[in-house]
């Protein structure tokens, strides 16, 4: 399998892409990654959009996107700019157009950048299903790039750059017909496009392929980039916009969107920015902002390796442009089966073995007793002498006295294993002995972890603790020391050591070997950084395809850390304890208050785990862009909702104030309602 998308996949270097100027912003080529996010305004209300506008500059916003729904709102958008100017605000604006070419044309004539959706800039959605035979589906491509021309020749002739802005929600009927909503669909949609950009000689391209599905969307952008590369020959392409569509809001869209996100810029992917909330937009800002800056000072960092970069004989995953989990084979570590069709794990690193035992199990019953809706799974403690084992029966006899009856799993140092092998030998209780193996492990101490955990009876986890390029050569002097149940990463760049650990043990015949992710905490990071960290580091894996637990360690709050890994496996749509929402940030199209709205609805319907609800503001878009929500709440008028099961539409026109009311009545008319 081609992995043309990516320059390294251990290391991440950038991709080559050309500058594309937004007026005076220059996007792609050495520039940083631009920030950016959208109003959600009516474009009509001069005066509010433009306090968005210089709101969401004010906070760090380089591009601004404005919707126009009609020509009305895109002649608007002059008087918008002719405000921003008065006030100095400089920040490029892009037109955001769905279904109304000739709003683009009005639109391309006073912002610096036009936004299109190939699914709908000259196709209504009619969810038809029909075979097209070659000649019709030309015939149907000539018609497209037709209604499509005027526009490409207004841009080039006005240096206004354009995105040609793919979603999976909202793929033509053509495209439908012939690829599905996948991402080789969505992918093909945009190069139709991109055709008839390169025969007007037209360039100034950026490329956007969003889906509320982390997974998807990884694949799509992915995909487009081998294709780009392809057409390139070596020579920069076009830039891309990366986002997570209708992540929602709070954690869950934080986590969501940093999946996404993070995940293609770990591989050098991405030049701008947008993450979309269900919230205000100022507070994507951040957000965008912490994704952007942890990127560059990796891309920056890694520059250096990319010198002589860590090449292996086998792939990392069998498909980057399709999820499949390793395949692995299910293993009993102290009681809790790991690996296989086993759904991921979830294991917490406390740290050293609690001198007091009973402090310590009474705070940790506290903490995961505030998260009782996910259950942790697995505990890990340090240890690196035999005292410390030996208080380890004392620490499960407070634990069960406080409820927490769970595997404990010790890890210990390569080198401090003589000194603890008779306490583990004699030690009760101990799931699994997690070896920490790093470059300066001699041969002789793995040995002795092998056969100590050999005769004492417990399975082995290999940890190695180094960064990608030295991944390889432990994997090897690991399995040459015999035994072992399976292997973890513990690396600063977490998600390049666990493909180059993938990789690796694929090579040597050891694909079924389970994996383990481990992140720990930077203990420097804020909370909101922290998150984006995990999820990216466990994410980015996850979506690949690798690891069967994951485990985290550094957070003072044990509960906390529980709660945040089961959102990261429902993130990367792995494991599901929750309800999950997708939710639109919102736009000028909005006919409702989407935050208060997507509040209230989550908080009569969050118990319903695994149910999948979305609340969409606008009708246009809504219905098609709530990909596989089993229940949509889409604003369809002025106060007036249209109920949806699946893509289908069962009332129309419910007012408002009964519309949540009537949402509960279809998920239990369903027999999806829990009590
Ligand atoms: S679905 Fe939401 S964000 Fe998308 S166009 Fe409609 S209102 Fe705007």
């Known amino acids: ?94 037109a955001d157009i769905h279904f109304t070419p000739n709003a683009a044309l009005i639109a391309s004539e006073c912002v610096e950048k036009v936004r299109i959706n190939p ?43 354009m ?124 957000v965008a902002t912490a994704l952007a800056r942890r990127t560059e000072a990796r891309w920056a960092e890694d520059a250096e390796c990319a010198t002589a970069p860590l090449e292996l004989d086998a792939p990392f995953v069998p498909d980057p442009y399709a999820h499949e989990r390793r395949a ?10 790991v690996g296989g069709a086993e759904p991921v794990r979830v294991e917490i690193d406390l740290g050293a073995i609690p001198a007091d035992p009973a402090g310590a199990a009474a705070r940790l019953g506290t903490s995961l007793g505030l998260v009782s809706e996910v259950s942790c799974e697995g505990l ?9 084992i030996q208080r380890l029966p004392a620490l499960g006899t407070a634990l069960s006295r406080v409820g927490v009856e769970l595997p404990v799993a010790v890890r210990v140092p390569a080198a401090a294993v003589p000194d ?44 190695l603790r180094a960064s990608p390029d030295e991944i390889p050569g432990l994997v090897d002097s690991a399995l040459a020391a015999g035994v072992s149940a399976a292997f973890s990463v513990e690396s600063p760049r977490a998600n390049h050591a666990a493909r180059a650990l993938a990789a690796r043990l694929r090579a040597v015949g050891a694909d079924a070997v389970p994996v383990v992710l481990r992140h720990r905490r930077n203990a420097d990071a804020g909370d909101d950084r922290a998150l984006l960290d995990a999820a990216i580091d466990l994410g980015a894996p996850l979506c690949d395809g690798i690891g069967d637990a994951v485990s985290l360690a550094g957070f003072a709050d044990p509960g906390r850390a529980v709660d945040l890994a089961y959102r990261i496996l429902q993130g990367a749509r792995l494991r599901t304890t929750r309800t999950e929402y997708i939710s639109c940030p919102s736009c000028g199209r909005t006919l409702f208050d989407l935050e208060e709205t ?41 106060a007036q ?3 949806y099961v699946g893509k289908e539409v069962v009332a129309r026109a419910v007012p408002e104030a009964e519309a949540a009311d009537r949402l509960v009545e279809l998920i239990r008319d369903r027999n999806r309602w829990l009590e």
């Open 380 to 388: 890990l403690f340090a240890a690196t002498d035999a005292s410390a």
């Open 119 to 161: 699914g709908n800039y000259a196709d209504k959605k009619k969810f038809e299903v029909r075979e097209y035979s070659d000649e019709q589906y030309r015939a149907e491509l000539e018609r497209v790039a037709e209604r499509f021309r005027p526009l490409v020749r207004r841009c080039r002739e006005g240096g206004v750059a």
């Open 598 to 638: 997507t509040a209230r609805i989550k908080e009569r319907t969050e118990h319903l785990k695994g149910v999948k609800i979305a609340v969409m503001g606008c009708i246009v878009n809504g219905p098609g862009e709530m990909a596989d929500a089993d229940f949509g709440y889409v604003g369809s008028g002025p």
């Open 641 to 643: 909702v249209n109920l």
């Open 1 to 94: 399998m081609s992995l043309d998308y990516v320059r390294n996949p251990f290391v991440g270097i950038r991709r080559l892409t050309r500058e594309v100027r937004i007026g005076d912003v220059g996007l792609g080529g050495a520039n940083p990654i631009r920030v950016q996010s959208m109003t959600t305004t009516d474009t009509m209300d001069t005066s509010a959009t433009v306090d968005q506008v210089e709101e969401l500059a004010d906070a760090g916003c380089e591009i601004v996107r404005v919707t126009a729904p009609s020509i009305r709102d895109a002649g608007n958008l002059r008087a918008i700019k002719a405000e921003l100017r008065k006030r100095r605000v400089h920040v490029p604006l892009v």
């Open 420 to 463: 603890c092998v008779p306490g583990c030998d004699r030690a009760e209780g101990v799931a699994r002995l997690v070896v920490e193996v790093d470059v300066e492990t001699v041969p002789e101490a793995l040995r002795n972890a092998a056969s100590a955990a050999a005769e004492a009876g417990v399975p082995l986890e290999w940890c």
């Open 163 to 286: 995105r040609i802005g793919t979603n999976h929600g909202s793929l033509s009927d053509r495209i439908m017909n012939r690829y599905g909503d996948t991402p080789a669909g969505m992918v093909e949609s945009a190069l139709e496009f991109l055709d008839v950009c390169e025969e007007e000689g037209f360039r100034d391209v950026v490329f956007s392929m969003k889906s509320s599905n982390a997974q998807v969307a990884i694949q799509a952008y992915r995909l487009l980039a081998a294709r780009l590369e392809e057409r390139a020959g070596g020579a920069p392409s076009y830039p891309f916009h990366l986002g997570v569509t209708e992540a929602g809001d709070g954690e869950d869209g934080r986590v969501k969107s940093a999946i996404g996100i993070g995940s293609l810029l770990e591989d050098g992917i991405g030049d701008t920015v947008r993450v979309s909330l269900t919230e205000d937009p100022v507070r994507e800002v951040p």
């Open 328 to 337: 692995t084979k299910t293993l009993s570590l102290g009681g809790l089966d």
